[in-house]
């Protein structure tokens, strides 16, 4: 009898065993009281996860949850992984959310994973948007936030229909989003892509972005970005700025965008500045082998951008714009503009080099041509539309 009962003790041991080691690194939400409501569970295995000193995971596994508010904050003893298999769906109603639905804060050694989506359910939102009109308008939720970021990956991840931007990057260095899906309606308001500010060595690599604002824009402070391999449309293109906005506006410096695809999209490859306003510098930024389908203006840059009329736009801007390439940039044009440069009046464009550019424009009325003011670009390799 106590013979048979060792026996069987033993693998009942180590099942028991396996499964403790196994707890202590992968933590899934389900196990923390999670209903179909996870905001508590993923707070509550967040806690645990970052207080961890081994490498820990945080599984949400496949099924569909709501998902309100959250914040997950480092920072955290050792390396950690958000691992999303399933769906996370917002409130449809904003105002419980504030300017953020998910936030991830201070965390060194980050992983978002798994597959699966943010559902920021934005189609009730979006009609809510009258910031164009109204200065003072309600700020709504930005669908995920990385601030002060170091070191992390974002991968494979899909972001839906969020409210306000999808993602939006500050203070983060050394962040890398890859193989990401990013959709909304094209006409859907303010819907940025990935905005990143304050931040430097950033990646985007080899994602979809269709959505209805930039699906991605680098705003001031922004170093050392590289952005490769994105498919973009619907959408505003790939832009710089806007800068010159607001007083004190660190520099954007080190941008390179490569190998993109970009598709029905109001702009391709864009930098804007506001007149008037405030200073700035914005230099070292390279555009080369990307292909315009249909965009109506695949080369732009704008020193009078003023959305709504806001602006007096008899001012030139201050920003001061050097050291930018356009190279190997072929496909189609939706309007004739197809190459439209329009510096300050104030502090012309230095070393803009246009280089291997073939855009036609898709229309009847003539062929595509260049529009510049304020700038005399350096011009190589075989141009159509000529350069100005
Ligand atoms: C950047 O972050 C990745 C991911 O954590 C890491 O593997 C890499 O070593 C980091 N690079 C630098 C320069 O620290
Ligand atoms: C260019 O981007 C596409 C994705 O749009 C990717 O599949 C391809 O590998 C990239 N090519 C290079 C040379 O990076
Ligand atoms: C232009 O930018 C590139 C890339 O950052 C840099 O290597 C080069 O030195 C810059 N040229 C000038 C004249 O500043
Ligand atoms: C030209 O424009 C038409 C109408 O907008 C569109 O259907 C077509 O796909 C475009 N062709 C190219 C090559 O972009």
């Known amino acids: 009898m106590g013979f048979k009962a060792d026996v069987s003790a033993i693998p009942l041991l180590l099942l028991l065993a396996f499964s403790i080691q196994a707890q202590s690194t992968v933590f899934d939400v389900t196990k923390y009281g999670a209903n179909e409501d996870i905001t508590e569970a993923l707070s509550l295995a967040w806690k645990e996860a970052c207080a961890s000193t081994n490498p820990t995971k945080i599984l949400i596994p496949k099924g569909t949850y709501l998902l309100g508010r959250v914040t997950l904050k480092g920072e955290c003893k050792a390396p950690i992984e958000l691992q999303v298999e399933g769906t996370l769906k917002a409130p449809i109603d904003p105002s419980s959310l504030g300017d953020s639905w998910v936030t991830f804060a201070y965390i060194d050694r980050l992983t978002l994973s798994g597959g699966g989506t943010f559902d920021g359910q934005g189609q009730v939102a979006w009609s809510m948007n009258n910031c164009g009109k109204n200065k003072n308008c309600m700020q709504l939720p930005i669908s995920l936030r990385f601030n002060f970021i170091t070191n992390g990956i974002v991968q494979g991840v899909t972001s839906l229909n969020s409210k306000n931007f999808h993602i939006n990057v500050m203070g983060c260095?050394?962040?890398?989003?890859?193989?990401?899906?990013?959709?909304?309606?094209?006409?859907?308001?303010?819907?940025?892509?990935?905005?990143?500010?304050?931040?430097?060595?950033?990646?985007?690599?080899?994602?979809?972005?269709?959505?209805?604002?930039?699906?991605?824009?680098?705003?001031?402070?922004?170093?050392?970005?590289?952005?490769?391999?994105?498919?973009?449309?619907?959408?505003?293109?790939?832009?710089?700025?806007?800068?010159?906005?607001?007083?004190?506006?660190?520099?954007?410096?080190?941008?390179?965008?490569?190998?993109?695809?970009?598709?029905?999209?109001?702009?391709?490859?864009?930098?804007?500045?506001?007149?008037?306003?405030?200073?700035?510098?914005?230099?070292?930024?390279?555009?080369?082998?990307?292909?315009?389908?249909?965009?109506?203006?695949?080369?732009?840059?704008?020193?009078?951008?003023?959305?709504?009329?806001?602006?007096?736009?008899?001012?030139?801007?201050?920003?001061?714009?050097?050291?930018?390439?356009f190279k190997n940039i072929r496909g189609t044009s939706a309007t004739p503009e197809a190459v439209h440069i329009s510096c300050s009046s104030g502090i012309p464009c230095e070393i803009v080099e246009l280089c291997d550019i073939d855009l036609a424009y898709n229309g009847t009325d003539g062929p595509a041509k260049s529009l510049c003011t304020n700038v005399k670009p350096i011009l190589t390799g075989k141009l159509n539309p000529l350069g100005c």
């Not at 990401?180 to 304050?198: F, W």
């Not at 607001?246 to 999209?265: H, K, L, Q």
Request: hydrophobic share 30%; proline share 5%.
């Open 173 to 325: 260095k050394n962040l890398t989003f890859q193989h990401l899906t990013v959709t909304a309606p094209g006409d859907s308001r303010n819907t940025d892509g990935i905005h990143i500010g304050s931040s430097s060595e950033i990646n985007i690599v080899d994602t979809n972005i269709g959505t209805g604002d930039d699906c991605v824009s680098i705003g001031f402070g922004s170093k050392q970005i590289k952005v490769t391999g994105v498919t973009c449309g619907p959408g505003h293109g790939i832009s710089v700025g806007s800068l010159g906005k607001y007083p004190d506006e660190a520099p954007v410096s080190g941008i390179f965008v490569r190998n993109c695809t970009i598709t029905g999209s109001d702009n391709g490859v864009r930098i804007k500045t506001w007149p008037a306003l405030f200073g700035g510098i914005a230099s070292d930024m390279h555009f080369e082998d990307i292909i315009m389908n249909n965009v109506r203006n695949p080369i732009i840059i704008d020193q009078t951008y003023c959305p709504w009329n806001q602006c007096n736009l008899q001012a030139p801007s201050r920003v001061r714009i050097t050291n930018v390439s």
